[in-house]
């Protein structure tokens, strides 16, 4: 779980709450903390940054919430950090499995893998970084051996080949015949090909004004707002 939360005027405190029913099941550390129910455990891991204060806290009590007798104190877990004039970068891992985490702090970034699945996140948002074989500017972004995913990226390469460039932000999905898409604003989308595709369809439609640059291996697309997919 990302957050990120761009200042003001003056550096702030910025806490994240999370909600674990009864005071007693959640255990506070500022490296993982746990909230137990029954026999289950979740474990949230505290990746970045690692100045966060982490507290179990107790939340007010209100009539209408209480359902047994005795009564028993509610409470939350929390997380805070500060911003130091610029964007700041907060990362939880959230997971049942307690084992494999492994990370590794890099210039910009901070890479790791959990349960087998590789993943980056920036700690400079708007930056580039380089992760394994990836580099993007992404908020965050995870890959497997045929497909790669970045959230919020301009930019996306693997293996030195480019994937996908966008004039706009774009959360995408990135497989060898096609791309899923998120876009809040319409962009021109360049997507990396080795040869012209066939046919381009964007959700099954033929594309319109879609180009293939010979010599870049681009086919740019200019896609609406919204989410969709694109073959080809």
């Not at 910025?14 to 993982?32: E, K, M």
């Not at 979740?42 to 209408?64: D, F, G, I």
């Not at 901070?110 to 380089?130: E, M, R």
Request: aromatic content about 6%.
């Amino acid at each position: 779980m990302l957050d990120t939360v761009e200042p003001a005027a003056n550096d702030v405190d910025v806490t994240a709450l999370f909600h674990g029913g009864y005071l007693q099941d959640i255990q506070a550390d500022p490296q993982a903390s746990t909230v137990t129910k029954e026999k289950a455990t979740l474990t949230v891991r505290h990746l970045y940054p690692e100045t966060m204060a982490v507290k179990a806290e107790k939340t007010p009590s209100y009539l209408n919430t209480y359902r047994e007798y005795p009564l028993q104190a509610e409470g939350m877990l929390t997380t805070t950090a500060r911003t130091a004039g610029k964007p700041l970068v907060i990362a939880n891992l959230l997971s049942t499995d307690t084992g494999g985490l492994k990370t590794t702090a890099g210039a910009g970034h901070v890479a790791g893998s959990q349960a087998g699945k590789d993943f980056a996140f920036t700690t400079s948002p708007g930056a580039s970084y380089t992760a394994g074989a990836v580099e993007t500017d992404a908020l965050a972004v995870t890959w497997t051996a045929d497909t790669t995913f970045a959230a919020l990226c301009t930019t996306l390469s693997r293996d030195g080949a480019l994937l996908v460039r966008s004039a706009e932000p774009i959360t995408c999905e990135r497989t060898k015949g096609g791309l899923k898409y998120s876009l809040s604003k319409a962009a021109a989308v360049a997507i990396g090909l080795t040869t012209a595709p066939g046919k381009v369809l964007v959700n099954g439609a033929p594309a319109r004004g879609a180009k293939f640059d010979k010599a870049a291996k681009t086919l740019t697309v200019t896609l609406p707002a919204g989410e969709g997919t694109i073959t080809f």
